[in-house]
């Protein structure tokens, strides 16, 4: 999504998660799928910020249909507050800059 000219910055204390998801992953219940998710993704994120738990939800491919979409920064607020009427878990998480170093950077 970031392409080779932007960076996706996330802000991971934004990110909506299921109840008792952090529990489970501190657990270390986690899937083959966020396994290979996060071996795919190698060297194109910087997790250095997210406790163990956060990266293995970070890539876990069990969702209940999460969907990620950039707008621009000045329409984002209102389509958030659009979305939140059918889905109240719906946030803003973050931004998208010139490219950095890695394309996706957690905060």
Do not use: W
Not at 18 to 27: M, Q, R, T
Not at 74 to 86: F, G, M, N, Q, S
Request: proline content about 5%; some cysteine; aromatic content about 4%.
């Amino acid at each position: 999504m970031a392409g080779e000219k932007h960076s996706l910055i996330i802000d991971s204390s934004s990110l909506p998660l299921l109840i008792g998801a952090a529990s489970f992953a501190e657990d270390n219940y986690v899937t083959s799928g966020g396994r290979r998710n996060r071996d795919f993704s190698e060297g194109k994120a910087d997790m250095s910020t997210l406790s163990p738990a956060l990266r293995e939800i970070v890539f876990d491919p069990q969702t209940s249909g999460g969907l990620l979409i950039a707008v621009a920064e000045e329409a984002a607020k209102e389509l958030c507050d659009t979305i939140r009427r059918d889905d109240p878990a719906a946030a803003i998480i973050g931004k998208v800059v010139d490219r950095q170093e890695k394309p996706v950077i957690f905060l």
